[in-house]
C-alpha cells in the first residue's frame, strides 16, 4: 500500500509525520532541530529519500539541511547566499532606500528530475539555484533586475515565498514576492516580467501598479499549468493564461483574506482556501476553523467543518502550511499556529487532528511514497 510523508517545518524545530495510504495512524518523529525556526522543508521529486529543510537562528542565522533517508538523519550543506554583483538597495518602509540584505530561506523547491537541483527563494526577495544538491547557491540575478529597487517589504517582511515550475516547460516557472507581487519567466530564469494585471491593491499608491501588490500564495494545477490560483492580501484571483491577466474569484467567502490556497490533486477545478479575519486579526472569522473548497475553480464555494473546531479556536494557517497527497481520493493536510496538524483522507469532506501541540507550524509538505 502507497504511503504518506509529511513534512512539516515550526517555530521550534521539524517534525516527520508517516502513514500508509490509508491514512488513519501516524507516527510522529521529531522534533529535528529542536528550538530552531524551520521556515520550509520539502522532499525532491526525483529521490523521495533526498529531503531540504531550511533551518533558520536569528541568533546563529541560516543553515541549509539535507537528509538522503527520508528525514532520519540530516547533515549541514552550503549556506552561502551572496546576492549576483553589487545588490544595491530597494526601497524600505518609509520609501527611503535600503541595502539588499540577506535574511533567511523561505522556500525550497526542488527540481521535477533531479534531486541536486533545487530552488531557493529567500528574503530579502532573491531566487537562487543549486545544482550540486546543496553545497553551493547561485542567485539568479535576472528577476532583481524585473523593477528590484522598487520593492518594498510588507508586514512580514520581502519573502520570494512561491516558487512553481511548469510540469510541462521546466523553462518556465512563477515565483510569488510579499510585497512585490507575481513574477514569470519563459526561459528558465533568463529574463522575468511582471503577471500582476487584473491586481487591485487600494493600500498602494497606485492600485493597479504593476509592481508592488502582496502576493501571499499561487497554485496551479500540473495538468492544467496555464490556469493559476492565487490568495493575495484580500482577494482570491484566477488567471487562464500563464497569469498574463487575473479576475477575482472570491465569490460567496465571508472573507477573501488569507494565507494558503491549493489545488486538487485529480480535479483541477477544485480549489481550497482557509479564510482569516482580517489583516489585522490573523484568526479564522468566529473562532470556527472552516476549511472552504470550490468545486467550479472559484467563486461558489462550500465550508468543510466536519472534524474541525466550530468554537473559540483562533488560529491562522500560513501560506506554506497547506499541501494535498497524490492518492485517491486525494488527501488534503494543513498546520495552524496553535500547533496542530489536521488532514482529511476524502478530498475535505471528513477532518481529524493527526498531532496536536507542535509549535506554531510553519510549513506543510507532503510526499506520496510508493
Known amino acids: 500500500m502507497a504511503g504518506v510523508r509529511l513534512l512539516v517545518g515550526t517555530r521550534k524545530g521539524a517534525f516527520v509525520l508517516t502513514s ?7 507516527s510522529v518523529a521529531g522534533p529535528h ?5 524551520i521556515y520550509h522543508v520539502k522532499g525532491s521529486p526525483a529521490d523521495p529519500n533526498r529531503i531540504y529543510a531550511s533551518q533558520t ?5 541560516q543553515v541549509v539541511q539535507r537528509s ?4 532520519i538523519t540530516w547533515n549541514a550543506v552550503g549556506n552561502q547566499f551572496a546576492y549576483d554583483g553589487d545588490p544595491g538597495a530597494h526601497q524600505w518602509y518609509d520609501g527611503t532606500p535600503h541595502p539588499w540584505e540577506f ?3 523561505w522556500h525550497f523547491e526542488p527540481a521535477a528530475d533531479d534531486p541536486d537541483v533545487v530552488y531557493a527563494g529567500i528574503e530579502d526577495a532573491a531566487l537562487f539555484r543549486t545544482t550540486d544538491g546543496g553545497h553551493a547557491w547561485h542567485e539568479l540575478p535576472a528577476l532583481r533586475a524585473c523593477q528590484g529597487p522598487a520593492w518594498a517589504p510588507g508586514a512580514g517582511g520581502m519573502c520570494l515565498h512561491t516558487i512553481k515550475i511548469d510540469p510541462s516547460d521546466a523553462r518556465r516557472m512563477y515565483v510569488a514576492i510579499s510585497a512585490a507581487g507575481a513574477f514569470r519567466t519563459d526561459d528558465g530564469g533568463g529574463s522575468w516580467r511582471p503577471i500582476n494585471r487584473g491586481l487591485h491593491s487600494q493600500y498602494i499608491p497606485d492600485p493597479t501598479a504593476e509592481v508592488g501588490h502582496c502576493v501571499h500564495r499561487i497554485d496551479m494545477h500540473p495538468a492544467r499549468p496555464n490556469v493559476l490560483f ?4 484580500w482577494d482570491v484571483m484566477r488567471s487562464d493564461d500563464y497569469g498574463d491577466n487575473w479576475h477575482e474569484i472570491s465569490g460567496n467567502l465571508p472573507t477573501d483574506f488569507g494565507f494558503p490556497i491549493q489545488v486538487h490533486a485529480h480535479e483541477p477545478d477544485t480549489v481550497y482556501v482557509v479564510p482569516i479575519k482580517s489583516d489585522a486579526e490573523h ?3 468566529e473562532g470556527k476553523l472552516r476549511v472552504y473548497r470550490s468545486r467550479t475553480g472559484g467563486n461558489e464555494w462550500e465550508p468543510l467543518t466536519d472534524g474541525l473546531p466550530q468554537q473559540d479556536c483562533y488560529v491562522n494557517i500560513l501560506r506554506d502550511a497547506m499541501t494535498a497527497d497524490e492518492l485517491d481520493p486525494c488527501g488534503i493536510y494543513f498546520g495552524t499556529t496553535g500547533g496542530q496538524v489536521y488532514g482529511s483522507a476524502d478530498g475535505g469532506d471528513h477532518w481529524r487532528p493527526i498531532v496536536r501541540d507542535l509549535p506554531a507550524v510553519l510549513s506543510v509538505e507532503v510526499q506520496t511514497l510508493p
Open 20 to 26: 500508509d495510504g490509508a491514512r488513519r495512524q501516524w
Open 33 to 37: 532541530f529542536g528550538g530552531w525556526e
Open 57 to 61: 537562528s536569528s541568533w546563529f542565522g
Open 68 to 71: 538522503d533517508d527520508g528525514g
Open 103 to 105: 535574511k533567511r530561506v
Open 230 to 233: 492565487m490568495q493575495k492580501h
Open 283 to 285: 484568526y479564522v472569522p
